[in-house]
């Protein structure tokens, strides 16, 4: 009666919760219970055991795979870069280091059981997948950061001097392979293996040396401006002779590769003059000085041009990088929200894609090719050799003759002289058409190496040696 008075008057005091032994055995009874027998009633079913691991196939889970090799990965490339950076060395040469200390003329030599389990042959297309989508956003912020104007504006010396390091360089890798031919040419012609080798004896890393003038504190020097034009003017020469090298070695006959330059051309012809008037419209700010797109829709813009730039090369005939590498350089630059964006991108993409791109190299990379035969060893010096004097040499007599001084000559060509990522992009399409064998491919390797870890003691000595100069003047 209380009761009833109660809710009708609604002075009732709210009913005291149930206990907690009554909402303990709620729970059992409500939601262990069903889940136990719905386990032990799927264990007790035919084809329990083959669902228990989660992959219906005999083999490793791929992705359990590599869920655990992308830890390993990115700590051997965290701790080799920590080291690198204490040698006073970019941090691209740990993670290159990293990424042949992970692979089989490493760890497959030193512990081949531990190898095998980490990187399995099936998660081998996995890596490669990542890394080409690492490497293809890597190659459109390498684009875009070229400064464009800063080439205009030093157009005569660093024209010269670029494209003086390109062509001393080629013709060495021409003559090279002429003597290499016989014996490293592992069947293939000679014309598109003369041509590849040439080219890798070209290349200059423009991101890598930036990073070293950057941590070195010389981007306020004017040899400085004069080495990043340079080496734009350079990648941007040199990337269009290996599309040019593609072509020829993809093609097969005269008329397929007269097609394929051509495309080349037109697609050349249809970024410069249609999609980049159409990038600078679409991001331009509105009338009262607004963002016109939010960050993120300008992160997803890009990502979508930078790809199907490069599947247009890639369908062309040439590798997709030069079409993300194009859209980079066509993306107009001083705009806010282009710059948050591609901060966002440089992030992601050296974090976690680019670290798979120097092990799938590493993977690739079989020192043991050369083994202990001597004539192979003094072939890849040879490389070395070549390569170093042709670069740095080319370099430093254009730097010369247009005018520069002598110590500033030989840091130009210090820093022309390194090669790091760019040059290992390079190897990898040259073993992916086939025109290098493997043994040649770790000969170029060994050269990247050497190349790349010389520029900074290289620029210490020639910086004592001015100091030491310049009191006695």
Known sequence: ???????????????????????????????????????????????????????????????????????????????????????AQP?????????????????GWVWPAAYHWIFPDSLAPTINTLAQIGLVIFMFLVGYELDVELVRRRSKAAVLVSHVSVAIPFLSGVLLAFALHPTLGDGVDRLP?????????????????????????????????????????DDITAWCLLALVVAIASAGSLAATGLTIGLTIAFFALMLFVVRPLL?????????????????????????????????TNAIGIH??????LFGAVTPRGSLPIRQATEQMHALTVTLLLPLFFVYTGLRTKFDLI????TLWLWCALIVVVAMLGK??????AARLSGIGRRDAWSLGAL???????????????????????????????????TTVATSPALTLIERYKRRRVPAA
């Open 371 to 374: 083994g202990t035969d001597p």
């Open 1 to 87: 009666m209380s009761s009833l008075d109660e809710r009708t008057t609604g002075t009732a005091e709210p009913a005291a919760p149930p206990g907690r032994r009554r909402t303990w055995v709620s729970y059992l009874a409500m939601v262990v219970v069903p889940v136990v027998v719905a386990f032990f009633l799927l264990r007790s079913s035919p084809d329990g055991g083959a669902t228990a691991t989660g992959h219906s196939g005999g083999g490793p889970d791929p992705v359990a795979k590599l869920l655990f090799a992308l830890p390993v990965i990115f700590l051997a490339c965290r701790l080799l870069s920590a080291a690198a950076r204490r040698l």
């Open 416 to 450: 022309m002289n390194c090669r790091g990522l760019t040059e290992l992009a390079v190897l990898n399409i040259g073993l992916d058409l086939k025109v290098i064998s493997p043994t040649m491919f770790a000969m170029l390797v060994v050269m990247t190496l050497v």
């Open 193 to 233: 293996f003369s041509l590849f080798l040439a080219i890798s004896m070209s290349i200059t890393a423009f991101p890598v040396l930036a990073r070293i003038i950057t941590d070195r504190g010389m981007t306020k020097l004017p040899i400085a401006a004069l080495a990043l034009s340079c080496a734009a003017v």
């Open 280 to 312: 600078r419209r679409l991001f331009a700010p509105t009338e009262h000085g607004q963002k016109a797109l939010p960050t993120t829709a300008v992160v997803s813009v890009l990502l979508a041009g930078l790809l199907l730039s490069a599947l247009a």
């Open 320 to 325: 997709p990088i030069f079409g993300a590498f």
């Open 91 to 107: 941090t691209v040469i740990g993670e290159i280091f990293a990424g042949i200390l992970l692979g089989p003329s490493f760890l």
């Open 392 to 397: 740095w040499g080319g370099s430093l007599a």
